[in-house]
């Protein structure tokens, strides 16, 4: 199986000292999966929209399965020039453009934003996690919702505020990755077909 | 800093239970290091020059150091069809301009080719290794030579006969990303500035 997982630097895993991120985390032991992580640091949901066909070509192969992971918001609800870089609407229509063109090429699966050390992202970003999960829910597309219990448990708030403010360090990424992998959706969507 | 690393399913790290390839290993730690895998399996010398450019666009940032990280030639020595996938003296024109144009951007790195497991392929990958690294002193552009301690060794291609004939586990990967870590060239190259 090969997973394509488009987003940004949460994806990434930006500030894990492993360099594993939530989904290298999430993954562990999988040697027969091959990851190919594809988040880009500050990237809006606009971004990723306008780059991840062009990647995801030379990664897409017929002979095994293949899996699309896309996960966003964050960037999207930061403020830029006093103005929020992509409104709400327009967050949804690019993540449901990205899913529908991207379950025509095989299963995919969205994993919602983390919360944001910031009161007021934060606050957009929780709604931005709700929208996007009755987004998913009407498009048929697996969501699973990581947002309110890394806010409620803390950790990922507290390593992101004692690194760069936004990104968590090895116990955050794990933490999310174990409530992406004991997901029931995940075991489904990542089990050997 | 950030490092863009751009090459084949090694770079990748494919087969790895821990999805963090060598440069993953080599980075362990340096969790400043922002690291853009973006190796992909099967990829030629032809392929990666044709790709690279186009990824390397939305990674690239002003305010932070960047690093350039080439890695390829295996599957350029490989067969298909009863043909070489590359000729040799192609896969040094397609390397002369990938390190020539990256440099333009920022410092480049280029680490050698891994041994191959079928002797015909290992043939070829040496000989391509050693004009690989010719060039690289011609470009004043450092090169890490990994395949002969990794052949004299065994451990990588003993793993990878052990798998799936071309890709080694985790401590095949290790033994690499110890060879690069400890490399004078690796450590200037990824020095904090």
């Known amino acids: 199986m090969r997973i394509l997982a ?13 360099h594993l991120g939530w989904i290298g985390r999430a993954l ?22 306008g780059r991840w066909p062009a990647e995801a070509q030379p990664r897409l192969v017929d002979h ?14 930061n403020l830029e020039g006093g103005a929020v870089r992509v409104p709400a609407a327009k967050s949804l229509l690019n993540a449901r453009a990205m899913l529908t063109e991207g379950a025509r090429l095989c299963p995919v ?16 970003a929780e709604a931005l996690n709700e929208h996007l999960k009755v987004l998913c829910a009407r498009l048929q597309v697996p ?17 992101a505020a004692e690194w760069d403010g936004a990104h968590p360090g090895a116990a955050g990424y794990q ?7 004991a997901h029931p959706a995940w075991r489904a969507f990542t089990a050997p077909s």
Do not use: H
């Open 6 to 18: 488009f987003g940004d630097s949460f994806v990434l895993g930006a500030g894990d000292p492993d």
């Open 28 to 49: 562990a032991g999988r040697r027969e999966v091959t990851l190919y992580n594809l988040g880009v640091r500050r990237e809006t949901s606009a971004d990723i929209a």
């Open 64 to 77: 095994e399965p293949m899996r699309l992971v896309f996960s966003f918001g964050c960037n999207d609800c």
């Open 109 to 124: 699966l969205m994993v919602g934003p983390p919360p944001a050390a910031e009161a007021d992202v934060a606050i957009r």
């Open 143 to 159: 969501f699973i919702d990581v947002f309110r219990p890394l806010a409620a448990d803390g950790l990922w708030t507290r390593e």
């Open 175 to 181: 933490r999310m990755a174990d409530l992406v992998a």
